[in-house]
């Protein structure tokens, strides 16, 4: 309880109004990864976080989105990263959602070894068992949960 204070506390202290913004998100993601263009991506995670879609994370949405990524169990990690994937929250994953996901870490973590288009493709071929061109939940959570170095990533962040 009293680690949940002091988090609480350091979170006021950055932000006095109670919510973060994008802006100051983006901020954070940079400082994570100097070396690479994290906007687009710090973007995108700061509107997996932002559960009520007011524009701003809240301290509970925070820490709710910190401890599934750092100390949830795998099922639940997979959970978030469907919703990340997402974009448009319809349920499925289209090609469009994952290769912008993909372009906005090849772009932030300066990945070189295989294009966004490729790796897409992989995921693709991969997960959409019933192939009708998009990845639902059930298939994203299933595909991924077979395939060891996802779980090994996973399981590394616990």
Same mark, same amino acid.
């Given at each position: 309880?009293?680690?949940?204070?002091?988090?609480?506390?350091?979170?006021?202290?950055?932000?006095?109004?109670?919510?973060?913004?994008?802006?100051?998100?983006?901020?954070?993601?940079?400082?994570?990864?100097?070396?690479?263009?994290?906007?687009?991506?710090?973007?995108?995670?700061?509107?997996?976080?932002?559960?009520? &879609?007011?524009?701003?994370?809240?301290?509970?949405?925070?820490?709710?989105?910190?401890?599934?990524?750092?100390?949830?169990?795998?099922?639940?990690?997979?959970?978030?990263?469907?919703?990340?994937?997402?974009?448009?929250?319809?349920?499925?994953?289209? &090609?469009?959602?994952?290769?912008?996901?993909?372009?906005?870490?090849?772009?932030?973590?300066?990945?070189?070894?295989?294009?966004?288009?490729?790796?897409?493709?992989?995921?693709?071929?991969?997960?959409?068992?019933?192939?009708?061109?998009?990845?639902?939940?059930?298939?994203?959570?299933?595909?991924?949960?077979?395939?060891?170095?996802?779980?090994?990533?996973?399981?590394?962040?616990?």
């Amino acid at each position: 309880l009293k680690s949940f204070k002091i988090k609480y506390t350091e979170f006021i202290k950055y932000h006095p109004n109670g919510k973060m913004t994008v802006e100051q998100f983006a901020l954070m993601y940079k400082s994570l990864f100097p070396d690479g263009d994290s906007e687009k991506f710090a973007h995108l995670v700061f509107s997996s976080f932002d559960q009520n &879609r007011d524009g701003g994370v809240d301290f509970k949405e925070f820490i709710c989105a910190l401890y599934i990524t750092s100390r949830g169990e795998v099922n639940d990690k997979l959970q978030w990263a469907f919703n990340l994937y997402d974009i448009d929250g319809d349920g499925f994953i289209t &090609r469009t959602e994952c290769l912008t996901i993909i372009s906005a870490i090849h772009s932030m973590m300066d990945v070189t070894s295989d294009t966004p288009e490729n790796m897409t493709d992989k995921i693709f071929k991969q997960l959409d068992k019933n192939l009708d061109g998009r990845v639902s939940k059930e298939e994203f959570i299933e595909g991924s949960a077979k395939n060891p170095s996802i779980i090994n990533i996973l399981n590394s962040s616990r």
